[in-house]
T-cell receptor, first 111, second 113 residues
Framework: SQKIEQNSEALNIQEGKTATLTCNYT??????LQWYRQDPGRGPVFLLLIRENEKEKRKERLKVTFDTTLKQSLFHITASQPADSATYLCALFINAGKSTFGDGTTLTVKP | EAQVTQNPRYLITVTGKKLTVTCSQN?????MSWYRQDPGLGLRQIYY???????DKGDVPEGYKVSRKEKRNFPLILESPSPNQTSLYFC????????????FGPGTRLTVL
């Protein structure tokens, strides 16, 4: 069956360090992958999109990689800040309509 | 302000009492979708709509109905709610397809007793 796994439910890091979140998938050949941020009690907010033919995408302190051979995406936040503390979701898109989201990784950045 | 709105935000109801959760977007988006979020199960897609009068099932459509009579509105209907439909529900929209950035509503927390 199709499955998305995001690394460990919680990730704790020190302010200023780089946070690396993992999204692994099986039995997919996704055309696109997106990362979202979700704060408690709120809807997810889009961060980055990467296509299957792109290896890497950057936006300010954020970087996403997409390895279709390993079936893995890595999401990096450099120079992390306490304000980056949130749950981060990865989402895969096989076709134009269906979306599949991972469970999310909760990141806590300590001052 | 560009946004997706949902109503109600909170609802407590009883088994079997039909309810509708409304969703509206003001961005002229073609694509809309409903998700439910449960602890340990993440966001799961219920139904989606590529355009007016075009809807299709997501991964967990059982017990739900949707309609898309107008571009801006995509209501979620629970004809006979059951306790296993207690969840946090999100509506989302995007410009054309799920591939585009999805804008999420604030969520509706539903409890079915």
């Amino acid at each position: 069956s199709q499955k998305i796994e995001q690394n460990s439910e919680a990730l704790n890091i020190q302010e200023g360090k780089t946070a690396t979140l993992t999204c692994n998938y099986t039995n997919y050949s996704p055309a696109y992958l997106q990362w979202y941020r979700q704060d408690p009690g709120r809807g997810p907010v889009f961060l980055l999109l990467i296509r299957e033919n792109e290896k890497e995408k950057r936006k300010e302190r954020l970087k996403v990689t997409f390895d279709t051979t390993l079936k893995q995406s890595l999401f990096h936040i450099t120079a992390s800040q306490p304000a980056d503390s949130a749950t981060y979701l990865c989402a895969l898109f096989i076709n134009a309509g269906k979306s599949t989201f991972g469970d999310g990784t909760t990141l806590t950045v300590k001052p | 302000e560009a946004q997706v709105t949902q109503n109600p935000r909170y609802l407590i109801t009883v088994t079997g009492k039909k309810l509708t959760v409304t969703c509206s977007q003001n961005m002229n988006h073609e694509y809309m979708s409903w998700y439910r979020q449960d602890p340990g199960l993440g966001l799961r897609q219920i139904y989606y709509s590529m355009n007016v009068e075009v809807t299709d099932k997501g991964d967990v459509p059982e017990g739900y109905k949707v309609s898309r009579k107008e571009k801006r509105n995509f209501p979620l209907i629970l004809e006979s709610p059951s306790p296993n439909q207690t969840s946090l529900y999100f509506c989302a929209s995007s410009l054309v397809t799920s591939y585009n950035e999805q804008f999420f509503g604030p969520g509706t927390r539903l409890t079915v007793l």
